[in-house]
Protein backbone atom coordinates (compact mmCIF):
# COMPACT_ATOMS: atom_id res chain seq x y z
CA UNK A 1 0.00 0.00 0.00
CA UNK A 2 1.13 3.21 -1.03
CA UNK A 3 2.67 5.21 1.82
CA UNK A 4 -0.15 8.20 1.02
CA UNK A 5 -3.13 7.70 -1.25
CA UNK A 6 -5.56 10.43 -2.04
CA UNK A 7 -9.19 9.72 -3.72
CA UNK A 8 -11.43 12.04 -5.66
CA UNK A 9 -11.12 14.70 -2.84
CA UNK A 10 -13.09 17.47 -3.20
CA UNK A 11 -11.72 20.70 -1.57
CA UNK A 12 -13.85 24.12 -1.04
CA UNK A 13 -12.82 27.74 -0.14
CA UNK A 14 -16.47 28.88 0.66
CA UNK A 15 -18.31 28.21 -2.57
CA UNK A 16 -15.86 27.61 -4.52
CA UNK A 17 -15.05 24.48 -5.97
CA UNK A 18 -10.84 24.38 -5.40
CA UNK A 19 -10.17 20.75 -6.01
CA UNK A 20 -12.75 18.90 -8.35
CA UNK A 21 -11.62 15.66 -7.86
CA UNK A 22 -7.70 14.87 -7.21
CA UNK A 23 -6.50 11.48 -6.90
CA UNK A 24 -2.21 10.94 -5.66
CA UNK A 25 -0.16 8.04 -4.69
CA UNK A 26 3.11 8.68 -3.16
CA UNK A 27 5.04 5.87 -2.60
CA UNK A 28 7.34 5.32 0.38
CA UNK A 29 11.09 6.59 -0.63
CA UNK A 30 9.34 8.86 -3.16
CA UNK A 31 10.03 12.21 -4.84
CA UNK A 32 6.41 12.99 -6.24
CA UNK A 33 5.88 16.42 -8.01
CA UNK A 34 2.18 18.39 -8.69
CA UNK A 35 2.94 20.45 -11.67
CA UNK A 36 0.23 23.36 -12.78
CA UNK A 37 -0.06 26.74 -12.98
CA UNK A 38 -1.60 29.11 -10.69
CA UNK A 39 -4.57 28.83 -9.09
CA UNK A 40 -4.94 24.76 -10.69
CA UNK A 41 -5.27 23.40 -7.03
CA UNK A 42 -1.65 22.46 -6.34
CA UNK A 43 -1.27 24.44 -3.16
CA UNK A 44 -5.15 23.41 -1.92
CA UNK A 45 -3.93 19.97 -2.42
CA UNK A 46 -1.19 20.01 -0.32
CA UNK A 47 -3.23 22.01 2.50
CA UNK A 48 -5.39 19.26 2.20
CA UNK A 49 -3.36 16.84 3.19
CA UNK A 50 -1.91 18.75 5.76
CA UNK A 51 -5.55 19.37 7.68
CA UNK A 52 -5.20 23.11 7.02
CA UNK A 53 -8.36 23.17 4.18
CA UNK A 54 -10.13 19.71 5.16
CA UNK A 55 -11.30 18.27 1.71
CA UNK A 56 -15.17 18.34 1.65
CA UNK A 57 -15.41 14.87 0.31
CA UNK A 58 -12.78 11.76 -0.46
CA UNK A 59 -10.31 10.23 1.39
CA UNK A 60 -6.71 10.50 2.32
CA UNK A 61 -5.21 7.63 3.49
CA UNK A 62 -1.60 8.19 5.27
CA UNK A 63 0.24 5.05 6.55
CA UNK A 64 -2.64 3.26 6.94
CA UNK A 65 -4.77 6.28 8.56
CA UNK A 66 -7.42 7.85 6.88
CA UNK A 67 -6.54 11.75 7.85
CA UNK A 68 -9.43 13.88 5.44
CA UNK A 69 -10.90 14.89 8.89
CA UNK A 70 -7.86 14.49 11.12
CA UNK A 71 -6.90 18.15 12.53
CA UNK A 72 -3.52 19.56 11.76
CA UNK A 73 -1.63 18.80 14.72
CA UNK A 74 -2.69 15.24 14.70
CA UNK A 75 -2.00 14.84 10.91
CA UNK A 76 2.08 16.30 12.31
CA UNK A 77 2.29 13.76 15.10
CA UNK A 78 1.13 11.33 12.43
CA UNK A 79 4.66 12.05 10.18
CA UNK A 80 3.22 14.72 7.56
CA UNK A 81 5.01 18.07 7.54
CA UNK A 82 4.51 21.08 5.16
CA UNK A 83 6.90 24.12 4.24
CA UNK A 84 3.61 26.45 3.50
CA UNK A 85 3.48 28.63 0.38
CA UNK A 86 5.22 31.81 0.69
CA UNK A 87 8.07 30.08 3.59
CA UNK A 88 5.75 31.62 6.76
CA UNK A 89 8.78 31.53 9.02
CA UNK A 90 8.19 33.11 12.20
CA UNK A 91 9.80 36.50 11.46
CA UNK A 92 10.73 37.93 14.96
CA UNK A 93 11.79 35.10 16.50
CA UNK A 94 15.77 33.77 15.78
CA UNK A 95 16.55 30.53 13.50
CA UNK A 96 17.31 28.69 16.46
CA UNK A 97 13.49 29.29 17.92
CA UNK A 98 12.02 28.65 14.37
CA UNK A 99 13.85 25.18 14.42
CA UNK A 100 12.50 24.38 17.94
CA UNK A 101 8.81 25.26 16.67
CA UNK A 102 9.34 23.07 14.26
CA UNK A 103 9.85 20.12 16.79
CA UNK A 104 6.49 21.51 18.71
CA UNK A 105 4.96 18.27 19.37
CA UNK A 106 8.22 16.28 20.44
CA UNK A 107 9.39 15.80 23.41
CA UNK A 108 12.02 13.49 22.88
CA UNK A 109 15.46 13.70 23.99
CA UNK A 110 16.92 14.03 19.94
CA UNK A 111 15.85 17.33 19.02
CA UNK A 112 19.17 18.84 19.63
CA UNK A 113 20.64 16.28 16.91
CA UNK A 114 18.02 17.02 14.17
CA UNK A 115 18.95 20.75 15.03
CA UNK A 116 22.71 19.39 13.93
CA UNK A 117 21.32 17.72 11.05
CA UNK A 118 19.29 20.45 9.75
CA UNK A 119 22.57 22.96 10.09
CA UNK A 120 24.59 20.23 8.06
CA UNK A 121 21.61 20.47 5.24
CA UNK A 122 21.66 24.68 5.23
CA UNK A 123 25.26 24.99 6.67
CA UNK A 124 24.20 28.68 6.25
CA UNK A 125 21.57 28.40 8.91
CA UNK A 126 23.91 27.76 11.19
CA UNK A 127 26.03 30.57 10.86
CA UNK A 128 22.55 33.00 11.25
CA UNK A 129 21.66 30.60 14.24
CA UNK A 130 20.70 33.56 16.67
CA UNK A 131 20.09 36.28 13.52
CA UNK A 132 15.84 36.73 13.31
CA UNK A 133 14.61 35.20 10.70
CA UNK A 134 12.96 37.85 9.14
CA UNK A 135 16.29 39.78 8.74
CA UNK A 136 17.55 36.88 6.38
CA UNK A 137 17.44 36.44 2.38
CA UNK A 138 14.72 34.94 0.72
CA UNK A 139 16.82 31.64 -0.13
CA UNK A 140 17.78 31.46 3.52
CA UNK A 141 14.36 32.54 4.11
CA UNK A 142 13.54 28.98 2.09
CA UNK A 143 16.10 27.15 3.63
CA UNK A 144 14.94 27.64 6.92
CA UNK A 145 11.36 26.60 5.88
CA UNK A 146 12.49 23.70 4.82
CA UNK A 147 14.56 22.61 7.67
CA UNK A 148 12.04 23.69 10.13
CA UNK A 149 9.61 21.21 7.84
CA UNK A 150 11.72 18.73 9.07
CA UNK A 151 12.19 19.26 12.61
CA UNK A 152 9.11 17.15 13.14
CA UNK A 153 11.03 14.23 11.13
CA UNK A 154 8.26 13.74 9.21
CA UNK A 155 7.69 10.93 6.94
CA UNK A 156 6.68 12.48 4.49
CA UNK A 157 7.18 16.09 3.86
CA UNK A 158 5.07 18.90 1.80
CA UNK A 159 6.87 21.36 -0.12
CA UNK A 160 4.89 23.96 -1.74
CA UNK A 161 7.07 26.21 -4.18
CA UNK A 162 10.44 26.11 -2.79
CA UNK A 163 11.87 27.69 -5.80
CA UNK A 164 9.37 31.14 -5.35
CA UNK A 165 11.07 34.31 -5.60
CA UNK A 166 15.27 32.79 -5.31
CA UNK A 167 17.32 33.33 -7.69
CA UNK A 168 18.34 30.42 -10.50
CA UNK A 169 22.01 29.89 -8.56
CA UNK A 170 20.06 29.65 -4.91
CA UNK A 171 17.19 27.47 -6.66
CA UNK A 172 19.89 25.30 -7.52
CA UNK A 173 20.96 24.78 -4.42
CA UNK A 174 17.65 24.51 -2.78
CA UNK A 175 16.98 20.85 -4.90
CA UNK A 176 20.28 19.73 -4.16
CA UNK A 177 19.31 19.70 -1.32
CA UNK A 178 15.25 18.48 -1.96
CA UNK A 179 17.32 15.75 -3.52
CA UNK A 180 19.62 14.86 -0.03
CA UNK A 181 16.79 14.80 2.24
CA UNK A 182 14.95 12.24 0.25
CA UNK A 183 18.30 10.42 -0.45
CA UNK A 184 18.55 10.32 3.84
CA UNK A 185 15.12 8.22 3.58
CA UNK A 186 12.09 10.84 3.86
CA UNK A 187 9.39 10.72 1.16
CA UNK A 188 8.51 13.98 -0.92
CA UNK A 189 5.40 15.91 -2.39
CA UNK A 190 7.27 18.65 -4.18
CA UNK A 191 4.37 21.25 -5.86
CA UNK A 192 6.24 23.62 -7.92
CA UNK A 193 5.88 26.22 -11.46
CA UNK A 194 9.10 26.06 -12.17
CA UNK A 195 8.21 22.40 -13.70
CA UNK A 196 11.89 21.82 -15.16
CA UNK A 197 13.61 21.71 -11.44
CA UNK A 198 10.54 19.80 -10.37
CA UNK A 199 10.87 17.07 -12.97
CA UNK A 200 14.59 16.74 -12.73
CA UNK A 201 14.21 16.22 -9.05
CA UNK A 202 10.79 13.95 -9.01
CA UNK A 203 10.42 10.11 -10.17
CA UNK A 204 6.78 11.14 -10.82
CA UNK A 205 4.55 13.77 -11.80
CA UNK A 206 0.76 14.90 -12.05
CA UNK A 207 0.03 17.50 -14.20
CA UNK A 208 -3.04 19.81 -12.60
CA UNK A 209 -5.79 21.75 -14.17
CA UNK A 210 -8.12 24.14 -12.49
CA UNK A 211 -8.81 21.61 -9.65
CA UNK A 212 -8.14 18.15 -11.51
CA UNK A 213 -5.48 16.13 -12.59
CA UNK A 214 -5.01 16.04 -16.73
CA UNK A 215 -1.83 14.16 -17.01
CA UNK A 216 0.30 11.36 -14.60
CA UNK A 217 3.60 10.27 -15.65
CA UNK A 218 6.90 9.18 -14.74
CA UNK A 219 8.68 12.65 -14.82
CA UNK A 220 11.19 11.71 -17.52
CA UNK A 221 8.38 11.30 -20.03
CA UNK A 222 6.42 14.51 -18.65
CA UNK A 223 9.35 16.28 -19.24
CA UNK A 224 9.13 14.86 -23.14
CA UNK A 225 5.60 15.12 -23.54
CA UNK A 226 4.96 18.51 -25.82
CA UNK A 227 2.22 20.11 -24.22
CA UNK A 228 4.06 19.78 -20.86
CA UNK A 229 6.69 21.55 -22.65
CA UNK A 230 4.71 23.75 -23.69
CA UNK A 231 2.40 25.02 -21.40
CA UNK A 232 5.44 24.89 -18.29
CA UNK A 233 8.72 24.04 -19.74
CA UNK A 234 8.98 27.03 -22.22
CA UNK A 235 9.87 25.10 -24.74
CA UNK B 1 7.06 53.70 9.98
CA UNK B 2 9.53 51.02 8.50
CA UNK B 3 12.26 53.40 8.50
CA UNK B 4 12.07 54.42 12.45
CA UNK B 5 15.18 55.36 13.55
CA UNK B 6 17.32 52.42 15.27
CA UNK B 7 17.16 51.93 18.94
CA UNK B 8 18.75 54.88 20.89
CA UNK B 9 20.77 56.65 17.71
CA UNK B 10 21.10 60.21 18.57
CA UNK B 11 19.13 60.23 22.00
CA UNK B 12 21.26 59.68 25.04
CA UNK B 13 18.72 59.03 26.95
CA UNK B 14 17.34 56.00 25.20
CA UNK B 15 20.88 55.15 24.22
CA UNK B 16 21.55 54.54 27.90
CA UNK B 17 18.00 53.25 28.79
CA UNK B 18 18.93 50.72 25.91
CA UNK B 19 22.10 50.18 27.87
CA UNK B 20 20.87 49.53 30.97
CA UNK B 21 17.82 47.28 29.49
CA UNK B 22 20.73 45.16 27.51
CA UNK B 23 23.12 44.81 30.66
CA UNK B 24 19.86 43.65 32.78
CA UNK B 25 19.23 41.27 30.34
CA UNK B 26 22.32 39.86 30.16
CA UNK B 27 22.74 39.35 33.91
CA UNK B 28 20.91 37.11 35.52
CA UNK B 29 21.86 38.04 38.61
CA UNK B 30 22.13 41.49 38.49
CA UNK B 31 17.97 41.26 36.98
CA UNK B 32 17.00 39.00 40.21
CA UNK B 33 19.37 41.68 42.86
CA UNK B 34 17.43 44.06 41.52
CA UNK B 35 13.96 42.63 41.49
CA UNK B 36 14.62 42.02 45.07
CA UNK B 37 15.55 45.25 45.67
CA UNK B 38 12.43 46.85 44.38
CA UNK B 39 10.18 43.91 46.36
CA UNK B 40 11.74 44.75 49.91
CA UNK B 41 10.64 48.34 48.60
CA UNK B 42 7.38 47.80 47.85
CA UNK B 43 7.44 45.52 50.99
CA UNK B 44 8.45 48.93 52.91
CA UNK B 45 6.40 51.34 51.60
CA UNK B 46 2.79 51.31 53.24
CA UNK B 47 4.85 51.66 56.44
CA UNK B 48 6.44 55.31 55.50
CA UNK B 49 2.43 56.27 55.35
CA UNK B 50 -0.41 56.43 57.46
CA UNK B 51 -2.38 52.75 57.52
CA UNK B 52 -5.04 54.87 56.01
CA UNK B 53 -3.15 57.18 53.78
CA UNK B 54 -4.99 57.73 50.26
CA UNK B 55 -1.29 56.97 49.38
CA UNK B 56 -2.11 53.72 50.65
CA UNK B 57 -4.75 53.20 49.07
CA UNK B 58 -4.19 54.17 45.03
CA UNK B 59 -1.58 51.80 45.22
CA UNK B 60 -3.80 49.47 46.30
CA UNK B 61 -6.45 49.96 42.96
CA UNK B 62 -2.80 50.31 40.96
CA UNK B 63 -1.50 46.52 42.38
CA UNK B 64 -5.32 45.00 41.70
CA UNK B 65 -5.17 46.92 38.36
CA UNK B 66 -1.77 45.47 37.29
CA UNK B 67 -3.38 41.53 38.07
CA UNK B 68 -5.95 42.46 35.48
CA UNK B 69 -3.67 44.31 33.20
CA UNK B 70 -1.36 40.90 32.72
CA UNK B 71 -3.93 39.20 32.44
CA UNK B 72 -5.39 41.32 29.27
CA UNK B 73 -1.16 40.86 28.25
CA UNK B 74 -1.73 36.94 27.66
CA UNK B 75 -4.34 37.59 25.86
CA UNK B 76 -3.50 40.51 23.41
CA UNK B 77 0.21 40.57 24.51
CA UNK B 78 1.27 37.15 24.17
CA UNK B 79 -1.45 35.57 21.48
CA UNK B 80 -2.19 38.33 19.93
CA UNK B 81 -6.15 38.04 20.05
CA UNK B 82 -7.47 41.49 20.62
CA UNK B 83 -9.29 41.53 23.31
CA UNK B 84 -11.64 44.61 23.99
CA UNK B 85 -14.46 43.16 26.31
CA UNK B 86 -11.97 41.86 29.21
CA UNK B 87 -14.08 44.04 31.62
CA UNK B 88 -16.38 41.26 31.31
CA UNK B 89 -13.83 39.44 33.55
CA UNK B 90 -13.51 42.13 35.81
CA UNK B 91 -17.74 41.92 36.15
CA UNK B 92 -17.57 38.50 36.68
CA UNK B 93 -15.17 37.92 39.21
CA UNK B 94 -16.80 40.93 41.19
CA UNK B 95 -20.26 39.68 40.89
CA UNK B 96 -18.64 35.73 42.32
CA UNK B 97 -17.75 38.15 45.32
CA UNK B 98 -21.09 39.92 45.56
CA UNK B 99 -22.84 36.00 45.38
CA UNK B 100 -20.46 34.53 47.58
CA UNK B 101 -19.01 36.79 49.70
CA UNK B 102 -22.40 38.66 51.05
CA UNK B 103 -25.48 38.93 52.69
CA UNK B 104 -26.78 39.44 48.78
CA UNK B 105 -28.62 35.63 48.38
CA UNK B 106 -30.31 36.41 51.73
CA UNK B 107 -33.02 33.49 51.31
CA UNK B 108 -30.91 30.85 50.72
CA UNK B 109 -30.70 28.15 53.86
CA UNK B 110 -34.37 29.42 54.82
CA UNK B 111 -32.63 32.60 55.82
CA UNK B 112 -29.59 31.39 57.76
CA UNK B 113 -26.80 31.52 54.97
CA UNK B 114 -24.00 29.07 54.39
CA UNK B 115 -20.74 29.31 55.81
CA UNK B 116 -17.62 28.19 54.17
CA UNK B 117 -14.60 28.40 56.33
CA UNK B 118 -15.61 32.09 57.12
CA UNK B 119 -14.36 33.72 60.28
CA UNK B 120 -16.48 35.80 63.13
CA UNK B 121 -17.46 38.48 61.08
CA UNK B 122 -19.41 36.83 58.11
CA UNK B 123 -20.20 33.71 60.49
CA UNK B 124 -23.44 35.42 61.11
CA UNK B 125 -25.08 37.01 58.41
CA UNK B 126 -27.69 35.14 56.03
CA UNK B 127 -26.43 34.58 52.22
CA UNK B 128 -23.30 32.95 50.86
CA UNK B 129 -20.23 33.24 52.67
CA UNK B 130 -16.71 31.58 51.57
CA UNK B 131 -13.77 32.29 52.46
CA UNK B 132 -11.47 34.83 50.72
CA UNK B 133 -9.71 32.63 49.07
CA UNK B 134 -11.96 30.21 48.23
CA UNK B 135 -14.09 33.27 46.61
CA UNK B 136 -10.51 33.62 44.04
CA UNK B 137 -10.79 30.32 43.59
CA UNK B 138 -14.36 30.02 42.23
CA UNK B 139 -13.79 33.34 40.40
CA UNK B 140 -10.77 31.95 38.55
CA UNK B 141 -13.35 29.05 37.58
CA UNK B 142 -15.93 30.79 36.47
CA UNK B 143 -13.62 33.55 34.42
CA UNK B 144 -12.39 30.59 32.93
CA UNK B 145 -15.02 29.59 31.88
CA UNK B 146 -16.25 32.48 30.66
CA UNK B 147 -13.23 32.79 28.85
CA UNK B 148 -13.72 30.28 26.97
CA UNK B 149 -16.98 31.02 25.75
CA UNK B 150 -16.28 34.30 24.70
CA UNK B 151 -13.08 33.12 23.47
CA UNK B 152 -15.04 30.21 21.32
CA UNK B 153 -16.71 32.12 18.62
CA UNK B 154 -13.52 33.75 17.96
CA UNK B 155 -11.68 31.11 16.83
CA UNK B 156 -11.64 31.44 13.07
CA UNK B 157 -11.93 35.28 13.35
CA UNK B 158 -8.97 37.47 12.85
CA UNK B 159 -7.72 40.47 14.28
CA UNK B 160 -9.99 43.16 13.82
CA UNK B 161 -13.48 40.99 13.82
CA UNK B 162 -12.03 39.42 16.98
CA UNK B 163 -12.24 42.75 18.38
CA UNK B 164 -15.49 43.42 17.79
CA UNK B 165 -16.69 39.98 18.88
CA UNK B 166 -15.32 40.24 22.25
CA UNK B 167 -16.31 44.01 22.11
CA UNK B 168 -19.85 43.22 21.86
CA UNK B 169 -19.65 40.26 24.58
CA UNK B 170 -18.16 43.00 27.37
CA UNK B 171 -21.56 45.06 26.24
CA UNK B 172 -23.87 41.99 26.87
CA UNK B 173 -22.25 41.33 30.35
CA UNK B 174 -22.54 45.04 31.16
CA UNK B 175 -26.13 45.08 30.47
CA UNK B 176 -26.86 41.87 31.83
CA UNK B 177 -25.24 43.21 34.95
CA UNK B 178 -27.76 46.02 34.82
CA UNK B 179 -30.91 44.35 34.67
CA UNK B 180 -29.32 41.62 36.81
CA UNK B 181 -32.37 42.90 38.95
CA UNK B 182 -35.23 41.73 36.72
CA UNK B 183 -33.79 37.89 36.59
CA UNK B 184 -35.20 35.81 39.29
CA UNK B 185 -33.29 33.25 40.64
CA UNK B 186 -36.08 31.59 42.91
CA UNK B 187 -37.48 33.45 45.83
CA UNK B 188 -36.34 36.72 46.22
CA UNK B 189 -33.10 36.22 44.90
CA UNK B 190 -32.23 38.32 41.75
CA UNK B 191 -28.88 37.64 39.52
CA UNK B 192 -27.47 41.18 40.31
CA UNK B 193 -28.82 44.42 42.32
CA UNK B 194 -28.31 46.43 39.23
CA UNK B 195 -27.32 50.03 39.52
CA UNK B 196 -28.10 49.52 43.47
CA UNK B 197 -24.96 47.40 43.98
CA UNK B 198 -24.41 44.35 46.45
CA UNK B 199 -23.33 45.61 49.68
CA UNK B 200 -21.37 45.29 51.83
CA UNK B 201 -18.97 42.71 50.59
CA UNK B 202 -17.27 40.36 53.33
CA UNK B 203 -14.02 41.86 54.23
CA UNK B 204 -11.37 38.83 53.58
CA UNK B 205 -10.39 36.98 57.36
CA UNK B 206 -7.48 35.50 56.76
CA UNK B 207 -5.60 33.75 59.48
CA UNK B 208 -2.33 35.77 60.20
CA UNK B 209 -3.29 39.14 59.20
CA UNK B 210 -4.92 41.72 61.11
CA UNK B 211 -8.31 42.84 60.14
CA UNK B 212 -9.08 43.86 56.85
CA UNK B 213 -10.47 47.02 57.77
CA UNK B 214 -10.94 51.22 55.49
CA UNK B 215 -8.99 52.15 58.35
CA UNK B 216 -5.94 49.69 57.77
CA UNK B 217 -5.25 49.44 54.21
CA UNK B 218 -1.74 47.67 54.73
CA UNK B 219 -3.59 43.74 54.94
CA UNK B 220 -5.42 45.01 51.59
CA UNK B 221 -1.99 46.18 50.07
CA UNK B 222 -0.50 42.89 50.92
CA UNK B 223 -2.79 40.77 49.98
CA UNK B 224 -3.00 42.70 46.71
CA UNK B 225 0.82 42.36 46.49
CA UNK B 226 1.22 38.23 46.88
CA UNK B 227 -1.71 38.68 44.34
CA UNK B 228 0.44 40.69 42.21
CA UNK B 229 3.79 38.15 42.60
CA UNK B 230 1.39 34.85 42.03
CA UNK B 231 0.30 36.36 38.34
CA UNK B 232 3.96 37.73 38.19
CA UNK B 233 5.53 34.09 38.51
CA UNK B 234 2.60 32.75 36.32
CA UNK B 235 3.48 34.77 34.01
CA UNK B 236 6.73 34.20 33.83
CA UNK B 237 6.00 30.57 33.61
CA UNK B 238 3.75 30.64 31.25
CA UNK B 239 5.97 32.88 28.73
CA UNK B 240 8.35 30.23 29.03
CA UNK B 241 6.75 27.16 28.62
CA UNK B 242 5.53 25.41 25.54
CA UNK B 243 1.95 26.81 25.58
CA UNK B 244 3.81 30.56 25.82
CA UNK B 245 5.95 29.70 22.55
CA UNK B 246 2.56 28.29 21.26
CA UNK B 247 0.97 31.42 22.11
CA UNK B 248 3.82 33.76 20.17
CA UNK B 249 4.22 31.14 17.36
CA UNK B 250 0.65 31.76 16.77
CA UNK B 251 0.74 35.76 17.45
CA UNK B 252 3.39 35.80 14.14
CA UNK B 253 1.83 33.72 12.05
CA UNK B 254 -1.23 31.23 12.71
CA UNK B 255 -1.32 29.39 8.97
CA UNK B 256 2.35 28.42 10.18
CA UNK B 257 2.26 27.41 13.58
CA UNK B 258 -0.68 24.91 12.23
CA UNK B 259 1.63 23.67 9.81
CA UNK B 260 4.20 23.20 12.89
CA UNK B 261 1.10 21.22 14.82
CA UNK B 262 0.60 24.07 17.28
CA UNK B 263 -3.04 22.93 18.37
CA UNK B 264 -5.01 26.71 17.57
CA UNK B 265 -7.92 26.04 19.60
CA UNK B 266 -6.66 24.52 22.69
CA UNK B 267 -3.82 27.25 22.46
CA UNK B 268 -6.43 30.26 21.71
CA UNK B 269 -8.35 29.14 24.96
CA UNK B 270 -6.27 28.62 26.88
CA UNK B 271 -5.01 32.26 26.45
CA UNK B 272 -8.55 33.07 26.73
CA UNK B 273 -9.46 31.28 29.56
CA UNK B 274 -5.84 32.21 31.91
CA UNK B 275 -5.60 35.89 30.74
CA UNK B 276 -9.86 36.00 31.92
CA UNK B 277 -8.91 34.25 35.07
CA UNK B 278 -6.64 36.68 36.16
CA UNK B 279 -8.88 39.78 35.10
CA UNK B 280 -11.34 37.77 37.35
CA UNK B 281 -8.86 37.28 40.65
CA UNK B 282 -8.75 41.27 40.14
CA UNK B 283 -12.37 41.85 39.94
CA UNK B 284 -13.18 39.52 43.11
CA UNK B 285 -10.07 41.63 44.96
CA UNK B 286 -11.65 44.90 43.91
CA UNK B 287 -15.16 43.99 45.00
CA UNK B 288 -13.88 43.38 48.27
CA UNK B 289 -11.88 45.86 48.15
CA UNK B 290 -14.16 48.51 47.24
CA UNK B 291 -16.63 46.91 49.57
CA UNK B 292 -19.02 46.87 46.88
CA UNK B 293 -20.15 45.34 42.89
CA UNK B 294 -22.49 48.10 41.07
CA UNK B 295 -23.39 47.30 37.29
CA UNK B 296 -21.78 50.78 36.52
CA UNK B 297 -18.57 49.93 37.29
CA UNK B 298 -18.53 47.32 34.07
CA UNK B 299 -18.65 50.20 31.60
CA UNK B 300 -16.68 49.73 28.01
CA UNK B 301 -14.18 52.51 28.82
CA UNK B 302 -12.73 50.36 31.52
CA UNK B 303 -11.50 47.65 28.49
CA UNK B 304 -9.91 49.95 26.99
CA UNK B 305 -8.56 51.83 30.55
CA UNK B 306 -6.59 48.07 31.04
CA UNK B 307 -5.57 47.74 27.20
CA UNK B 308 -3.86 51.67 27.75
CA UNK B 309 -2.50 50.01 30.29
CA UNK B 310 -0.62 47.36 28.24
CA UNK B 311 0.13 49.36 25.27
CA UNK B 312 1.63 52.41 27.21
CA UNK B 313 4.20 50.02 29.37
CA UNK B 314 5.00 47.96 26.06
CA UNK B 315 2.39 45.15 25.21
CA UNK B 316 4.26 41.58 25.61
CA UNK B 317 6.70 42.32 28.18
CA UNK B 318 5.81 41.53 31.57
CA UNK B 319 7.70 44.08 33.55
CA UNK B 320 6.69 47.12 30.48
CA UNK B 321 2.85 46.35 31.60
CA UNK B 322 2.90 46.14 35.42
CA UNK B 323 4.67 49.79 34.75
CA UNK B 324 1.93 50.97 32.33
CA UNK B 325 -0.62 49.68 34.55
CA UNK B 326 0.64 51.56 37.81
CA UNK B 327 1.35 54.74 35.82
CA UNK B 328 -2.13 54.99 34.30
CA UNK B 329 -3.88 53.98 37.79
CA UNK B 330 -2.05 57.03 39.48
CA UNK B 331 -2.96 59.11 36.63
CA UNK B 332 -6.67 57.71 37.16
CA UNK B 333 -6.58 57.69 40.68
CA UNK B 334 -4.37 60.64 41.80
CA UNK B 335 -2.89 62.72 38.93
CA UNK B 336 -6.49 63.62 37.52
CA UNK B 337 -8.39 64.10 40.27
CA UNK B 338 -6.21 64.99 43.45
CA UNK B 339 -3.64 67.59 41.60
CA UNK B 340 -4.90 68.70 38.21
CA UNK B 341 -8.75 68.94 38.91
CA UNK B 342 -8.55 72.54 39.24
CA UNK B 343 -6.75 73.11 36.25
CA UNK B 344 -10.05 74.20 34.37
CA UNK B 345 -11.40 76.07 37.15
CA UNK B 346 -8.33 78.22 37.50
CA UNK B 347 -8.54 78.66 33.74
CA UNK B 348 -12.14 79.70 34.27
CA UNK B 349 -13.72 76.75 32.73
CA UNK B 350 -16.32 75.35 33.95
CA UNK B 351 -15.89 71.75 34.21
CA UNK B 352 -14.33 69.31 36.68
CA UNK B 353 -11.43 67.54 34.76
CA UNK B 354 -12.02 63.89 36.06
CA UNK B 355 -14.46 64.46 33.07
CA UNK B 356 -12.49 64.62 30.66
CA UNK B 357 -10.33 61.32 32.04
CA UNK B 358 -10.56 59.15 28.56
CA UNK B 359 -9.52 62.11 26.43
CA UNK B 360 -6.44 62.51 28.80
CA UNK B 361 -5.61 58.46 27.96
CA UNK B 362 -6.47 59.03 24.90
CA UNK B 363 -4.16 61.81 24.18
CA UNK B 364 -1.15 59.97 26.15
CA UNK B 365 -1.69 57.17 23.63
CA UNK B 366 -1.13 59.26 21.11
CA UNK B 367 1.52 60.85 22.16
CA UNK B 368 3.16 57.41 22.84
CA UNK B 369 2.51 56.30 19.00
CA UNK B 370 4.14 59.17 18.30
CA UNK B 371 6.89 58.90 20.37
CA UNK B 372 7.52 55.23 21.27
CA UNK B 373 5.18 53.18 19.59
CA UNK B 374 6.80 50.11 21.39
CA UNK B 375 5.51 51.23 24.92
CA UNK B 376 8.03 52.48 27.70
CA UNK B 377 9.68 49.10 28.59
CA UNK B 378 8.85 47.14 25.15
CA UNK B 379 8.87 43.37 24.07
CA UNK B 380 12.14 42.60 22.49
CA UNK B 381 10.36 41.69 19.03
CA UNK B 382 7.80 43.94 19.08
CA UNK B 383 10.95 46.65 19.12
CA UNK B 384 12.25 44.64 16.26
CA UNK B 385 9.59 44.89 14.14
CA UNK B 386 8.79 48.85 14.81
CA UNK B 387 12.71 49.80 14.47
CA UNK B 388 14.00 47.18 12.17
CA UNK B 389 10.78 47.44 9.52
CA UNK B 390 10.97 42.89 10.36
CA UNK B 391 7.13 42.46 10.26
CA UNK B 392 5.32 39.22 8.63
CA UNK B 393 3.60 41.80 5.92
CA UNK B 394 7.29 42.76 4.56
CA UNK B 395 8.54 38.82 4.51
CA UNK B 396 5.56 37.48 2.80
CA UNK B 397 5.74 40.81 0.25
CA UNK B 398 9.25 39.73 -0.60
CA UNK B 399 8.49 36.29 -1.75
CA UNK B 400 5.14 37.61 -3.54
CA UNK B 401 7.25 40.35 -5.14
Excluded at chain 2, 154 to 161: A, E, M, N, S, V
Excluded at chain 2, 197 to 207: M, Q, V
Excluded at chain 2, 271 to 284: D, S
Excluded at chain 2, 367 to 380: F, H, K, W
Aim: hydrophobic share 50%; with cysteine.
Amino acid sequence: MALLDIEDIHTFYGGIEALKGISVTVEEGEVVTLIGANGAGKSTTLRSISGLTPPRTGSINFDGHEISDTPPQDIVKLGISQAPEGRRIFPRMTVRENLELGAFLRSDDSIESDIRRVFDLFPRLEERERQKAGTMSGGEQQMLAIGRALMSNPKLLLLDEPSMGLAPVLVERIYETVAEINRQGTTILLVEQNANYALEVSSRGYVLETGTVTMTAPSSSLRENPDVQRAYLGA
Amino acid sequence: MATARPVGARNPVAETTHAIRERIRSDRRLAWALALVVLVLVILLPYAFDPASPFVDHCVTALAYVVMALGLNIVVGFAGLLDLGYVAFFAIGAYTAGWFASAFFATVNGGKGIHILTGTLAGAQPGIHLNFILVLIVAVILTAIAGILIGLPTLRLRGDYIAIVTLAFGEIVRVVAVNGQSIHLGGTNTLTAGRQGITPIDSPELPGMSAFSPLDLRPWYFTALVLVLIVVFVNFRLRDSRLGRAWIAIREDEIAAASMGVPLVKTKLMAYATGAGFGGIAGAFLASYLNTVNADQFEFSFSIFVLAMIILGGIGNIVGVMVGAIVLSFVNVWLIPDVLHDVPSKLGLNFDLTELSFGIFGFLLVIMMVLRPEGLIPERRRQIELTEGVGTDEALFEVRS
